[in-house]
């Protein structure tokens, strides 16, 4: 029996109704919320919007968190290049000096505001984004 | 001595398959040696795992993937759950899980016997894959010299009870989405597809399902209790990953019951156990060749990611070809009324496979995009939540609605209405209790609202419970089938499930604070005194555990005690958050930052209400695939 054809004719248009809102949805909200990882050395070389939200990665430089209560205040270096990073409330465990992090958030003047400190590590304890920018400094000593 | 033997036994095993594939091949006709075959790859698999295992439980250290990855001081449980907390090792478990369905596949099939060999032919060809990766670029026993007198320890995020169940799990889910694959493979190539094949098929279907429900469940609720955020979904690539399986072995699990019921849809649900099947591969590796940046990942290794991808393409290549060189021989073209559970299925699966389109995009095109550009990039969470949320939430009022349309029904209307309005009024009533969300939040309590009432009243009907007769209505519970059970289980789970997720994440709430021993902090109407730090040294860890007394509006909760553990061998901590969870809502402090001189502690405290529908629903709905794999009669393997 071949499929009535006034049926399919409505399938087809249920579909279209049902498929363009959603891939409208998809499109108009991926481009938004894409967001790209800078190095320290990124960072100094590169003009970046203080718009947009980013990541940026490195090392914990030693000796260089201070806390007061909440606030949280430490330099990301990929050994070349540092930035100051300040950021509000309670840091995932794996979070130490001289280890590896990503945080997220925006660059204001010189130093940038953070929202989230990322603690997401393999194995080593290393973020895979961290040690590809340091090994592209050429500071790479495992 | 130990990494040798297993060593020996991988090779065996991968004889075996090697054997299973090329020797139906050269011999003609219908052989049982492949069934003898498979037989002979799951001994020798499960003994180089049983032989890792042992590895961990007596600390050889002379294994390499031992060293790295225990400790002597390291719990027995642990110890054993250790061998598949590294990449070797998980791909280990994964490869002997398919060796274990493959031998529940060959003695309880009811295919005929020239079928299920060929079936399994091509289940070796998968296998062989995989023990080769092991043996070639992945092998769990490789030396390291000289012997190490001590181990480096296992990441202390991952020492955890969740470690022993959630990765099994999942990988089971993952596998057994492997026969479907190739069952209809076999079909394509033999170029007949039988109706029985598809009710045949239907076990293993549900059982992809709800093995995938129960592992990512049993993932989330590991998430919520470890990682100390207080969150129990974050978006990361890596739980997305097993997200995309989960989604199409829902819409199969769908559109394989209009194959057997119907006969329609035969070419869609073929092509969605390839896709399924493929989608639970790229869920195994993504997570472990280190493509992915997560807390799940593993160091990467180059000559991995070309195999797998090498692999990947191959399985990928193999089946998509036959699929679309055979795929117009089957299926029937019937009529589909636009109002009947029929179109419901059809519209099930447009929102399940726009569901992974959206996933699929936001997992694998920072990787595309890594590769071409060099840049990193990641997709934010708001990604889905403006994408993901609103497409499910019209997949819960189609469900609602479809799940419970009747042929012969004169009061259509009537019930639509009532059930609409039911939902409304359920949402005023909340949004009064909780007022000030987003109107996302509520449309989504409406959503799963509409869901259960419908679900809930559909089942009142059925049993003329209006009639308020008791044994008329035990009779005709009875009297129910057990397929429209266990359809009534799994809907009303994923509404509870749906209800759950938006209170929990809408109505958090959540302070950070420091703490002395004396002093409070407030959240809302709960307050919480640290009462005092103690030092506990334990297993392989030293842990401050925290005593906090916790009053709601001036009555006693209890004392909470979370930990900041400190791991020596690791040199690492975790943090181990205290919950008390009401049905009403759960209580959640986690600490960090114990600082010695002035005897502080840095916490978090988390009201997140009704955060125990998440995990009431996600038990209702992966019991309704159990109860319908289990007790559902026409099924057989």
Same mark, same amino acid.
């Given at each position: 029996?071949?499929?009535?054809?006034?049926?399919?004719?409505?399938?087809?248009?249920?579909?279209?109704?049902?498929?363009?809102?959603?891939?409208?949805?998809?499109?108009?909200?991926?481009?938004?919320?894409?967001?790209?990882? $800078?190095?320290?050395?990124?960072?100094?070389?590169?003009?970046?919007?203080?718009?947009?939200?980013?990541?940026?990665?490195?090392?914990?430089? /030693?000796?260089?968190?201070?806390?007061?209560?909440?606030?949280? /205040?430490?330099?990301?270096?990929?050994?070349?290049?540092?930035?100051?990073?300040? $950021?509000?409330?309670?840091?995932?465990?794996?979070?130490? /000096?001289?280890?590896?992090?990503?945080?997220?958030?925006?660059?204001?003047?010189? /130093?940038?505001?953070?929202?989230?400190?990322?603690?997401?590590?393999?194995?080593? $304890?290393?973020?895979?984004?961290?040690?590809?920018?340091?090994?592209?400094?050429?500071?790479?000593?495992? | 001595?130990?990494?040798?033997? +297993?060593?020996?036994?991988?090779?065996?095993?991968?004889?075996?398959?090697?054997?299973?594939?090329?020797?139906?091949?050269?011999?003609?006709?219908?052989?049982?040696?492949? +069934?003898?075959?498979?037989?002979?790859?799951?001994?020798?698999?499960?003994?180089?795992? !049983?032989?890792?295992?042992? +590895?961990?439980?007596?600390?050889?250290?002379?294994?390499?993937?031992?060293?790295? @990855?225990?400790?002597?001081?390291?719990?027995?449980?642990?110890?054993?759950?250790?061998?598949?907390? @590294?990449?070797?090792?998980?791909?280990?478990?994964?490869?002997?899980?398919?060796?274990?369905?493959?031998?529940?596949?060959?003695?309880?099939?009811?295919?005929?016997?020239?079928?299920?060999?060929?079936?399994?032919?091509? *289940?070796?060809?998968?296998?062989?894959?995989?023990?080769?990766?092991?043996? %070639?670029?992945?092998?769990?026993? @490789?030396?390291?010299?000289?012997?190490?007198?001590?181990?480096?320890?296992?990441?202390?995020?991952?020492?955890?009870?969740?470690?022993?169940?959630?990765?099994?799990?999942?990988?089971?889910?993952?596998?057994?989405?492997?026969?479907?694959?190739?069952?209809?493979?076999?079909?394509?190539?033999?170029?007949?597809?039988?109706?029985?094949?598809?009710?045949?098929?239907?076990?293993?279907?549900?059982?992809?399902?709800?093995?995938?429900?129960?592992?990512?469940?049993?993932?989330?609720?590991?998430?919520?209790?470890?990682?100390?955020? +207080?969150?129990?979904?974050?978006?990361?690539?890596?739980?997305?990953?097993?997200?995309?399986?989960?989604?199409?072995?829902?819409?199969?699990?769908?559109?394989?019951?209009?194959?057997?019921?119907?006969?329609?849809?035969?070419?869609? =649900?073929?092509?969605?156990?390839?896709? =399924?099947?493929?989608?639970?591969?790229?869920?195994?590796?993504?997570?472990?060749? !280190?493509?992915?940046?997560?807390?799940?990942? %593993?160091?990467?290794?180059?000559?991995?990611?070309?195999?797998?991808?090498?692999?990947?393409?191959?399985?990928?290549?193999?089946?998509?070809?036959?699929?679309?060189?055979?795929?117009?021989?089957?299926?029937?073209?019937?009529?589909?009324?636009?109002?009947?559970?029929?179109?419901?299925?059809?519209?099930? @699966?447009?929102?399940?496979?726009?569901?992974?389109? =959206?996933?699929?995009?936001?997992?694998?095109?920072?990787?595309?995009?890594?590769?071409?550009?060099?840049?990193?990039?990641?997709? !934010?969470?708001?990604?889905?939540?403006?994408?993901?949320?609103?497409? &499910?939430?019209?997949?819960?009022?189609?469900?609602?609605?479809?799940? &419970?349309?009747?042929?012969?029904?004169?009061?259509? &209307?009537?019930?639509?209405?009532?059930?609409?309005?039911?939902?409304?009024?359920?949402?005023?009533?909340?949004?009064? *209790?909780?007022?000030?969300?987003?109107?996302?939040?509520?449309? #989504?309590?409406?959503?799963?609202?509409?869901?259960?009432?419908?679900?809930?009243?559909?089942?009142?009907?059925?049993?003329?419970?209006?009639?308020?007769?008791?044994?008329?209505?035990?009779?005709?519970?009875?009297?129910?089938?057990?397929?429209?059970?266990?359809?009534?289980?799994?809907?009303?789970?994923?509404?509870?499930?749906?209800?759950?997720?938006?209170?929990?994440?809408?109505?958090?709430?959540?302070?950070?604070?420091?703490?002395?021993?004396?002093?409070?902090?407030?959240?809302?109407?709960?307050?919480?005194?640290?009462?005092?730090?103690?030092?506990?040294?334990?297993?392989?860890?030293?842990?401050?555990?925290?005593?906090?007394?916790?009053?709601?509006?001036?009555?006693?909760?209890?004392?909470?005690?979370?930990? *900041?553990?400190?791991?020596?061998?690791?040199?690492? *901590?975790?943090?181990?958050?205290?919950?008390?969870?009401?049905?009403?809502?759960?209580?959640?402090?986690?600490?960090?930052?114990?600082?010695?001189?002035?005897?502080?502690?840095?916490?978090?405290?988390?009201?997140?209400?009704?955060?125990?529908?998440?995990?009431?629903? #996600?038990?209702?709905?992966?019991?309704? !695939?159990?109860?319908?794999?289990?007790?559902?009669?026409?099924?057989?393997?």
């Amino acid at each position: 029996m071949p499929l009535n054809k006034k049926l399919r004719l409505n399938f087809i248009i249920l579909f279209l109704c049902f498929f363009s809102p959603a891939i409208w949805l998809i499109l108009d909200n991926f481009s938004d919320n894409i967001v790209f990882f $800078y190095s320290p050395t990124d960072i100094k070389m590169q003009k970046i919007s203080q718009a947009k939200i980013i990541r940026i990665g490195g090392l914990v430089k /030693e000796g260089s968190i201070k806390r007061s209560n909440l606030d949280l /205040e430490f330099i990301v270096t990929d050994l070349s290049n540092d930035v100051k990073v300040k $950021y509000n409330g309670i840091a995932p465990t794996l979070f130490r /000096e001289g280890q590896g992090a990503v945080v997220k958030g925006k660059l204001s003047a010189n /130093e940038f505001i953070a929202s989230e400190i990322l603690a997401k590590h393999d194995e080593n $304890y290393m973020p895979k984004e961290v040690a590809d920018s340091i090994k592209k400094q050429g500071q790479w000593r495992p | 001595m130990l990494p040798f033997i +297993g060593n020996l036994s991988l090779i065996i095993a991968l004889i075996f398959a090697a054997s299973a594939i090329i020797i139906p091949l050269i011999s003609q006709g219908p052989t049982r040696f492949v +069934g003898n075959a498979v037989i002979g790859q799951f001994i020798f698999s499960a003994g180089s795992l !049983g032989i890792l295992i042992y +590895g961990y439980i007596i600390s050889d250290f002379c294994i390499s993937n031992v060293y790295h @990855n225990s400790h002597i001081s390291k719990p027995l449980i642990y110890k054993i759950a250790g061998a598949w907390a @590294n990449h070797e090792g998980s791909i280990l478990l994964w490869v002997n899980l398919l060796a274990m369905i493959n031998i529940i596949f060959l003695i309880f099939s009811k295919l005929d016997i020239y079928s299920r060999m060929k079936i399994l032919q091509l *289940q070796s060809l998968i296998f062989a894959g995989i023990i080769g990766f092991i043996i %070639f670029v992945s092998n769990p026993f @490789n030396l390291i010299e000289p012997t190490p007198i001590s181990g480096k320890g296992l990441n202390p995020l991952l020492q955890d009870i969740g470690l022993a169940m959630h990765p099994p799990a999942l990988y089971l889910g993952y596998v057994c989405s492997s026969v479907p694959f190739a069952t209809f493979l076999w079909s394509l190539i033999k170029k007949e597809f039988p109706q029985t094949l598809a009710i045949h098929m239907h076990s293993w279907i549900l059982a992809t399902w709800s093995f995938l429900t129960i592992g990512i469940g049993l993932g989330s609720s590991w998430a919520y209790r470890e990682l100390g955020w +207080g969150g129990f979904w974050f978006w990361d690539p890596v739980e997305n990953s097993s997200l995309m399986p989960w989604l199409l072995a829902t819409a199969l699990v769908h559109s394989n019951l209009l194959v057997i019921k119907r006969g329609i849809l035969v070419n869609w =649900t073929i092509l969605l156990a390839i896709f =399924t099947f493929l989608a639970s591969l790229l869920g195994t590796f993504l997570v472990r060749s !280190g493509i992915l940046i997560s807390v799940h990942s %593993f160091a990467n290794d180059p000559k991995r990611g070309v195999y797998i991808l090498c692999y990947f393409t191959i399985i990928a290549i193999i089946s998509l070809g036959i699929f679309a060189l055979r795929s117009g021989n089957f299926g029937t073209r019937k009529q589909l009324s636009l109002l009947s559970q029929e179109a419901g299925i059809f519209f099930n @699966n447009l929102y399940l496979f726009t569901l992974f389109i =959206t996933i699929c995009l936001g997992t694998i095109y920072p990787i595309l995009y890594q590769y071409i550009s060099g840049n990193s990039i990641s997709v !934010g969470e708001g990604y889905y939540v403006k994408t993901f949320i609103p497409i &499910t939430l019209g997949l819960l009022i189609f469900c609602g609605f479809f799940s &419970t349309i009747r042929h012969k029904n004169n009061n259509f &209307t009537i019930k639509y209405l009532f059930i609409t309005s039911f939902s409304l009024v359920f949402v005023m009533a909340i949004s009064y *209790q909780y007022p000030k969300a987003s109107i996302i939040s509520y449309l #989504a309590l409406f959503a799963g609202m509409f869901l259960l009432s419908a679900m809930v009243l559909d089942y009142f009907a059925k049993i003329e419970i209006h009639k308020c007769d008791m044994t008329l209505t035990l009779d005709k519970v009875k009297g129910l089938s057990r397929s429209y059970n266990a359809m009534m289980i799994s809907h009303i789970g994923l509404a509870i499930l749906a209800i759950g997720i938006t209170m929990a994440s809408t109505w958090d709430h959540e302070i950070d604070g420091e703490l002395k021993e004396g002093t409070t902090l407030k959240l809302a109407n709960y307050t919480a005194q640290l009462k005092g730090l103690e030092l506990k040294k334990i297993h392989n860890y030293v842990a401050v555990v925290a005593d906090l007394y916790v009053e709601k509006s001036g009555n006693e909760i209890g004392h909470l005690k979370p930990e *900041q553990r400190f791991y020596n061998v690791e040199k690492s *901590q975790t943090s181990e958050s205290a919950i008390h969870s009401v049905f009403l809502e759960d209580f959640y402090i986690s600490m960090s930052e114990f600082s010695p001189s002035n005897n502080s502690i840095l916490v978090r405290l988390f009201i997140r209400p009704f955060m125990s529908l998440i995990w009431i629903g #996600a038990v209702i709905l992966s019991f309704g !695939g159990l109860y319908s794999l289990l007790f559902v009669p026409r099924r057989s393997l």
